[in-house]
């Protein structure tokens, strides 16, 4: 079992920055990849970007060099955003999956859900 708890989002205008977290808790935790993924509001829920349990890094096309994720030796696994448009705006979650697999699972294989942190842009 895993535990998922976002944090950070918020309020920034076009342009600007902001650090998303996800902190996760279980005792087999550090053997699965951990994915960022966003809905807005009337689409479908997307991929956003990934870390496996190994450290390999995936991110959407749509990311193009603007997302970053990262994760500690601790349970935290961030996402930071940077020059942030206002099609950026929803809410973001993370979870956990692929486990002992390549980043690329993530995106067709998730097996926890954090409860999600909104990010809003302004224009």
């Known amino acids: 079992q895993v535990q998922l708890v976002e944090s950070g989002g918020g309020l920034v205008q076009a342009g600007g920055s902001l650090r998303v977290s996800c902190a996760a808790s279980?005792?087999?935790?550090?053997?699965?990849?951990i994915g960022w993924f966003r809905q807005a509001p009337g689409k479908e829920r997307e991929f956003v970007a990934g870390?496996?349990?190994?450290?390999?890094t995936c991110y959407a096309d749509f990311v193009k060099g603007r997302f970053t994720i990262s994760r500690d030796n601790a349970e935290n696994t961030d996402l930071q955003l940077n020059s942030l448009k206002p099609e950026d705006t929803a809410v973001y979650y993370c979870?956990?999956?692929?486990?002992?697999?390549?980043?690329?699972?993530?995106?067709?294989?998730?097996?926890?859900w954090g409860q999600g942190t909104q990010v809003t842009v302004s224009s």
């Open positions: 979870a956990a999956g692929g486990r002992y697999k390549a980043c690329v699972t993530i995106r067709g294989e998730t097996d926890y």
């Open positions: 279980g005792r087999t935790w550090r053997s699965y990849g």
């Open positions: 870390i496996s349990w190994s450290g390999e």
